[in-house]
């Protein structure tokens, strides 16, 4: 069983920027694909980024949004800059036991993290 716990969500105002973290518990961290996702109030869980040996992001991130990951620290990390309202949302880790392709679907991530909030204010 994977532990997966995120930090650093927060208030902040349009144009600011974040760093969330997501420390995991398992000892072949770097086997995982590591994803972020995010669920704003009455929509749908999204995938917003995700680091495997390559990384990938949602397009509306791109170019403001930075994810890495420390294997050694068994660590993900989500640089946010640029922040719009419309990043506001619940932010979540998640990692993936299932190979290193292509991942942007909640279902194929088997382990989560509680969640962090994130606002940006207008």
Do not use: H, I
């Not at 349009?14 to 995991?24: E, H, N, P, V, Y």
């Not at 990938?56 to 791109?62: E, I, L």
Request: with cysteine; net charge neutral.
């Amino acid at each position: 069983q994977v532990q997966l716990v995120e930090s650093g969500g927060g208030l902040v105002q349009a144009g600011g920027s974040l760093s969330l973290s997501c420390a995991a518990s398992e000892r072949t961290f770097s086997r995982y694909t590591m994803g972020w996702f995010r669920q704003a109030p009455g929509k749908e869980r999204e995938f917003v980024a995700a680091a495997a040996w390559y990384t990938y992001y949602k397009d509306s991130v791109k170019g403001r949004f930075t994810v890495s990951r420390d294997d050694g620290k068994k660590t993900v990390y989500l640089q946010m800059n640029s922040l719009k309202p419309e990043d506001t949302a619940v932010y979540y880790c998640a990692a993936s036991s299932w190979g290193d392709d292509t991942k942007t679907e909640a279902r194929e991530y088997n382990y989560w993290g509680q969640g962090t909030q994130v606002t940006v204010s207008s």
